[in-house]
């Protein structure tokens, strides 16, 4: 028995959801996602070593904590995003 998944119907039809197109804007810029990735790990671990040297009450260590905050925003944006990015890429290439 042959099974045929939902996205493979769709491009055999032509009728393509706004999720795979997304995906096909969204997937050539992988690299440049994941050097942003590692780039916005960098800068939290930098920030968490600010704070914990210097104590919150200087102004330098309460726009770490800002930092920290923004950094980890970017990180649960793009985590998915790349995730996502890449199993696209992975079914596309099987098939």
């Excluded at 330098?60 to 904590?65: E, I, K, Q, R």
């Amino acid at each position: 028995m042959v099974t045929v998944d939902d996205s493979s119907r769709a491009t055999a039809k032509g009728n393509i959801s706004w999720q795979e197109r997304f995906l096909n804007l969204v997937s050539p810029y992988l690299p440049v996602m994941m050097i942003g990735l590692s780039i916005l790990i960098v800068f939290a671990l930098f920030n968490l070593f600010i704070i914990f040297i210097l104590p919150l009450t200087n102004p330098s260590g309460v726009v770490a904590l800002l930092s920290i905050v923004a950094d980890f925003l970017g990180i649960l944006f793009l985590a998915p995003l790349i995730y996502v990015c890449r199993r696209h890429k992975k079914r596309n290439l099987r098939g």
